[in-house]
């Protein structure tokens, strides 16, 4: 592609030539839509650097008038346990060994299911075979039964396995697909031009070589894309982590910030530490989101050249 | 020379000893994180008494403590002991879930005369037993001493306050001085704006489903309601014109009077919330949020005797107890856990954390030492409890969870005022009623 | 692909039945193995625990004892369960609140940013919401939108309006949570759309470009029908999730007030683990699940109306 071509696309990516008035409009809609996206996480890091004794009584204010660094260092098990219990938090809670957990689980996780959604969804989108398509719709149709009377009979079968209080029981249920990751793909599979494929089944290439060498590359987008949004899934992930792992050193972050919620029946959540740890768990996603975007962005500039 | 290898000899035998009983492991589940400090400290204690069992003190918040459990019950997985619940436990105990403990009380020689009156046998049915209190709770009146004394009101004028469904007694005339609209007026004067509310001088938790038990109980059985005739009845009186006109008054202190925060207003946040913000001076609340109000308040918080009403001052008395799995299968070894956690050795213990009040006098002195060196005066609470007459029992009965059900949404239409409270309660306690007959 | 040779062709058993023969073809056999270990995922954590509930439903089950077979009357309770339509009717209402305005704000978004600013900072900060949990968002909405402590209430006091109850009114609070749940999803869902139009060759629009097309005709004529699998997939799930909201009014409003938020699946939730009763809530789990494969399939066919996907 000569120069020429490219440079518009290019240029859109920063600047706008012409200030139409559909294009105002445009942008302020835009500003308007981010607005509303970002405004109520103000919640978060306003409570997070309130002191708990006076988020309450500043609950109306926008800043809180003595921000504080209290709530990340009780978050992150660095106050004592009678200091924290002071300012009315809870038991400390192991941060770190948490973060691991959860960084392990959710690779694990991102990894394997994506790459078996991603080979079924290519049997789904592509190969023809008897049953196919009611098989793909029983997938999908997977998907319509409340959790609330499925994860009792799936606790069931990972206690017969032997699985309780081990990590490949945490992850058991996710790592082989979800019905979301093979719709999804399969999806985007479909809009793959065939030519691509044929040429390359006509050059004796295996099914396996194809999908390999051919799908998988040029679909990058809705990989990466599918990988960030499986991503933050697993890592919000808490019901199932919570009933398999017993012990406090399996527990995945989710599990261990639920310390932070309400404990009575008639209470209140420690809310400035809740916010704090929440604030901190998103940190790792949120470089990951970033890390990842990049790669999409060149891998499109890349396609682009093609 | 010999005495030296006899003795190492000795101490090797029982090191090997040691490892060969090894240790039995039992697991105690709690909801409240900030009472396990104190449970770990009774399970330590417990394990120098019993070096051959090890307690796993494991704290699963409310939201999902009951899930958990009932995953645990079905899987075979639940904890040996757990922290149990006057409305949960009906249903398992009559489920065979939870182990009758009466037998081994008897064969043990426990003695059960030492809880505060009532607590054991609120857990009991039928003449077995499904666990020992551990601890207790009552209501009362928790203040803003700032608001009262901008208001001109004396603490004293809260020690006899009285309440009744007509005029609300001085309890109301109370609330309303410490109301105040935007211009400054307060709830007693001729030109007091109901719409324009800046300051309440009252909300309770939301409407109260079908306990009430800090919003309305107290309330209405100073009325002279009662719940249902007693333990296991199966039949409640909700449509009882005494807790009616209890409703009715409460429902017209916010949406007429603009004394109380409306219910729309509290939300899911809380009462807890709104008060400590300082737009309410006070709320009915029980003595496990004692801890909370002094963590969380920037301003004194005083404790008040709930007002007397017609028929006196009445709080609900309620408690919790640890019970034993059936499922277990160290059942000897769960059941001597549960017998220290309702000793004195341990209630004191927990006492001494100044979060609960535990079910043992020696207990709950050990308790008001602590609040007493937090400089809080929590008398309203044991006052209450220690008086003849002053207190009822949750009324315990089973099908809690769609007892609840029903009248939150009864509750909810008549502090809504999209409901007359005797219409809606009548209607409410025929389904109420219809539950118990299926 | 048909013209595509097979070079294992020779080794296809032979003296199979041509009907036979299809299930043995080396492209079934490699389509099987492709989803093999998807499928036993499936089998095993969605396919037996559906059978498993769907057994249940005809069992009086309250968890705590062995289940006892009843035949047909969960389903007749639940035909006269007046809290069960309701249910149905609130959620339904739910799906009605939510679904178009969060499809169309995605969608919106997602073309704004394509043809405005490709920044990853823009993606990055869109997606944030659904970062949070659930459980947490209903928890930050609880503050933003209390009555008096909120933040959007104290704004419009500021603006002399009268301030609103949100989550507190039978009247709003469903709607309340349609609207937190746009908040969340809705830069998620714009992703989805994102990753779609980056399928769609530039040149097209660089060519209608040329051809002095409007931005708004180029959505029509170019955007939008080649979108068409991606639309079909949001739609679909977030179809199929929206009827099973449950996290935000398990926080924000537990079913209330006055039942005015009490979905179907929070419904079933109480039922199964509130109320003990595992066959009549894996009754109503099975209703929810027909309807949904109705929906599922009506717009599968309305999406692939005269051109197939599977083509």
């Known amino acids: ?306 | 020379m010999h005495q030296v290898f006899r003795r190492t000899a000795i101490a090797a035998v029982a090191a090997l000893a040691a490892q060969a009983f090894a240790q039995t492991e039992i697991t105690y589940w709690l909801w409240d994180s900030n009472q396990q400090p104190a449970y770990q400290a009774c399970a330590n204690a417990f394990q120098q008494q019993n070096p051959d069992i090890k307690v796993n003190v494991v704290q699963k918040g409310w939201d999902d403590y009951w899930t958990g459990l009932t995953t645990g019950f079905v899987s075979g997985t639940a904890p040996d002991v757990f922290t149990n619940h006057l409305a949960k436990y009906p249903e398992f105990a009559s489920n065979g879930q939870i182990v009758d403990i009466a037998p081994l009380i008897k064969r043990d020689g426990v003695k059960t005369n030492i809880y505060y009156p009532g607590l054991y046998e609120l857990w009991g049915r039928g003449g077995k037993q499904y666990g020992l209190p551990k601890d207790w709770d009552t209501i009362a009146i928790v203040y803003n001493k700032k608001l009262l004394k901008e208001a001109g009101i004396s603490e004293a004028t809260l020690r006899t306050w009285t309440w009744n469904p007509k005029d609300g007694g001085t309890f109301e005339r109370v609330i309303a001085q410490l109301t105040k609209d935007k211009n400054g007026n307060n709830g007693l004067s001729k030109n007091f704006d109901p719409k324009n509310v800046v300051q309440y001088g009252f909300t309770t938790n939301g409407s109260g489903g079908g306990y009430g038990q800090t919003e309305w109980s107290w309330l209405a059985v100073s009325n002279g309601f009662k719940f249902n005739d007693g333990p296991w009845d199966t039949k409640y009186y909700y449509d009882s014109p005494k807790l009616a006109e209890t409703i009715q008054w409460l429902a017209d202190l916010s949406l007429k009077k603009g004394y109380a925060v409306p219910v729309t207003d509290v939300t899911r946040l809380g009462s807890e919330a709104l008060f400590t913000s300082g737009k309410v001076a006070m709320l009915p609340h029980g003595s496990w949020m004692i801890k909370w109000f002094k963590d969380n308040a920037k301003f004194d918080v005083g404790f008040a005797l709930l007002p007397a009403g017609p028929n006196g001052r009445k709080s609900m008395f309620n408690g919790l107890a640890d019970s034993i799995w059936t499922g277990s299968k160290k059942q000897e070894q769960a059941w001597k856990w549960v017998k220290f956690l309702g000793s004195p050795a341990c209630q004191n213990i927990v006492g001494s954390y100044g979060v609960v009040f535990p079910a043992i006098k020696s207990g709950v002195d050990a308790a008001l030492q602590v609040y007493k060196k937090n400089g809080l005066d929590v008398t309203a609470f044991t006052t209450i409890a220690n008086t003849k007459g002053a207190t009822f029992l949750f009324p315990i009965t089973d099908y809690a969870s769609e007892i609840t059900s029903i009248m939150n949404a009864a509750m909810d239409s008549v502090f809504l005022g999209k409901a007359r409270a005797a219409d809606a309660l009548k209607e409410a306690n025929a389904k109420v009623n219809a539950v118990f007959k299926r | 692909m048909e013209q595509a040779p097979e070079p294992g062709a020779i080794q296809r058993p032979r003296r199979l039945p041509p009907a036979l023969r299809q299930f043995f073809s080396r492209e079934a056999m490699t389509g099987w193995l492709f989803i093999l270990p998807a499928f036993i995922g499936f089998v095993l954590f969605y396919l037996l625990p559906s059978i498993r509930a769907f057994s249940i439903s005809f069992t009086d089950w309250n968890l705590l004892r062995p289940p006892r077979p009843v035949g047909l009357e969960n389903y007749q309770a639940l035909v006269a369960d007046p809290n069960f339509w309701h249910a149905l009717k609130v959620t339904g209402l739910y799906v009605l609140l939510n679904i178009p305005l969060q499809t169309v704000l995605a969608l919106l978004l997602a073309v704004l940013m394509d043809r405005l600013v490709r920044s990853i900072f823009v993606r990055a900060v869109i997606i944030l919401p659904y970062l949070l949990s659930n459980v947490v968002v209903a928890m930050i909405f609880l503050w933003l939108l209390h009555p008096i402590l909120g933040y959007i209430n104290v704004f419009l006091g500021l603006l002399g309006l009268e301030r609103q109850p949100f989550f507190g009114s039978p009247d709003q609070a469903l709607a309340t949570v349609a609207g937190v749940n746009i908040w969340r999803h809705m830069g998620f869902t714009a992703l989805l759309f994102y990753a779609g139009l980056q399928s769609i060759p530039r040149s097209l629009y660089e060519a209608a470009s040329i051809d002095g097309a409007s931005e708004w005709r180029m959505f029509w004529r170019i955007t939008l029908p080649l979108l068409r699998p991606v639309t079909v997939f949001v739609l679909v799930t977030s179809v199929i999730g929206s009827f099973q909201i449950f996290d935000t009014v398990a926080v924000a409003t537990g079913g209330g007030p006055t039942y005015a938020t009490r979905v179907i699946v929070w419904y079933i939730y109480e039922n199964a683990f509130q109320f003990f009763k595992m066959g009549y809530a894996s009754a109503m789990s099975m209703v929810l699940f027909l309807i949904l494969v109705v929906f599922t399939l009506l717009q599968m066919r309305l999406f692939r109306a005269g051109h197939s996907d599977l083509a």
Request: glycine fraction near 4%; hydrophobic fraction near 55%.
């Open chain 1, 1 to 306: 592609m000569n120069p020429v071509e490219t440079n518009p696309i290019r240029v859109r990516n920063r600047v706008v030539y012409q200030l139409t008035p559909g294009r105002i409009v445009a942008w302020v809609l835009l500003a308007v839509l981010i607005f509303i996206t970002l405004f109520p996480l103000w919640i978060v890091i306003k409570t997070a650097i309130t002191h708990p004794k006076e988020l309450f009584e500043q609950a109306t204010l926008l800043f809180p008038s003595d921000p504080t660094l209290l709530n990340f260092r009780r978050a992150l098990g660095m106050v004592s346990l009678e200091e924290n219990l002071a300012v009315g938090g809870v038991a400390n809670i192991n941060f770190l060994t948490a973060m691991r957990n959860s960084v392990l689980f959710t690779l694990t996780i991102v990894v394997s299911q994506t790459f078996f959604s991603a080979m079924a969804a290519y049997a789904f989108a592509r190969l023809r075979f008897p049953g196919r398509d009611l098989i793909f719709f029983l997938f999908l149709a997977a998907t319509m039964i409340p959790g609330a009377v499925l994860f009792i009979p799936n606790f069931i079968l990972v206690k017969n396995l032997g699985w309780l209080n081990t990590f490949q029981g945490m992850v058991a249920p996710f790592v082989l697909m979800t019905p979301f990751a093979v719709f999804f793909l399969r999806q985007f599979f479909l809009a793959v031009p065939k030519e691509l494929e044929e040429a390359a089944y006509l050059d004796g290439a295996s099914p396996f070589y194809v999908f390999w060498r051919i799908i998988l590359p040029i679909s990058k987008t809705p990989l990466v894309t599918l990988a960030i949004l499986t991503t933050i899934n697993t890592w919000n992930e808490f019901f199932w982590p919570w009933i398999v792992s017993k012990d406090n050193n399996m527990q995945v972050l989710t599990v261990a910030l639920k310390m932070f919620q309400s404990q009575t029946p008639q209470g209140s959540p420690d809310w400035t530490g809740l916010m704090a740890a929440t604030f901190l768990a998103i940190i790792p996603v949120f470089i990951l989101l970033v890390v990842l975007g990049r790669q999409v962005v060149e891998s499109l500039q890349f396609s682009g050249l093609k």
